[in-house]
Structure formats: structure tokens, C-alpha cells
């Protein structure tokens, strides 16, 4: 891959959307890692992540019901992250270049996607995980 081909800029579908059908169009983007229309996406990557993602959400439904321990959360949820990478870099390629508010994108690398998911799902976990030990639900 050349310099050239990595900083290639990228645009998702929604690109030129403005106002509610963008925050709508960004969120989705952020919470489904799946290719969308005009994307292109190997099936089978798709097939099996779509399983796992059903796998995680289970697992932290149980973990809601008291019923998994933080630890098993935490692992599911790092396994999760681990096969995000992947379905991102077949599905949608690319990362934000500058500010979150921008609407500049770029081909991503490897490590611009596994620094993405990471930071992305580590949020997305502390919010979930905070929200069921105030709950009272969650066994540590």
C-alpha cells in the first residue's frame, strides 16, 4: 500500500447528509459496524460478526439480570471489540481525519481501526457497566 493509497480520502453514505438524518445516519454508523447500502462487505465476516454481536448482547442482558460476572462482561466485550476491528475493515474502511465534528474521512489502517473500536467500545462499556453496578445488578 502506498502513501498515497492510505490517505486516500474516503466518504461514507451519508456524507453529505445534514442536520437530524445526520446525527441519525452518524450514530448508526458509530453503533452498527455492518456495511450499509452502496458498501461493499464479504458475507461471511458479516454472518459471523452479526452472531457474536447477538453473543455480546446476550451476555450483557445476563449480565443486567445478575446473572454474569463482571469479568465473564468484560471478556465478552474485549472479544466483541477484537472481531469489530475486523468487520470494520472489511465493511467500512475508513476513520474520521480531524475534528469528531468534521466531515472528513480517510482509508483507515489497522491501527487507526483498532484504536477507534477500542476507544468507541470503551466508552460504550464503561456507560453500560456503570449503569448495572448503580443499579445494583451487576456481580463484582
Not at 46 to 74: D, H, K, N, P
Request: charged share 20%; glycine share 10%; with cysteine.
Amino acid at each position: 500500500m502506498t502513501i498515497a493509497d492510505r490517505n486516500e480520502l474516503r466518504q461514507p453514505a451519508y456524507g453529505e447528509a445534514h442536520g437530524l438524518p445526520w446525527l441519525v445516519a452518524e450514530v448508526r454508523d458509530h453503533l452498527w459496524p455492518w456495511a450499509g447500502k452502496g458498501q461493499p462487505a464479504r458475507k461471511a465476516i458479516q454472518g459471523a460478526g452479526f452472531a457474536l454481536a447477538i453473543a455480546a448482547t446476550l451476555a450483557w442482558v445476563m449480565a443486567a439480570l445478575g446473572r454474569l460476572e463482571a469479568g465473564a462482561i468484560i471478556g465478552w466485550w474485549f472479544g466483541w471489540s477484537v472481531f469489530e476491528v475486523l468487520v470494520r475493515l472489511d465493511a467500512k474502511p475508513y476513520v474520521k481525519e480531524g475534528p469528531w465534528w468534521g466531515r472528513l474521512y480517510r482509508r483507515a489502517t489497522t491501527m487507526d481501526m483498532i484504536c477507534y473500536v477500542s476507544f468507541k467500545n470503551l466508552l460504550i462499556g464503561a456507560v453500560l457497566f456503570i449503569a448495572l453496578k448503580t443499579s445494583g445488578v451487576l456481580i463484582v
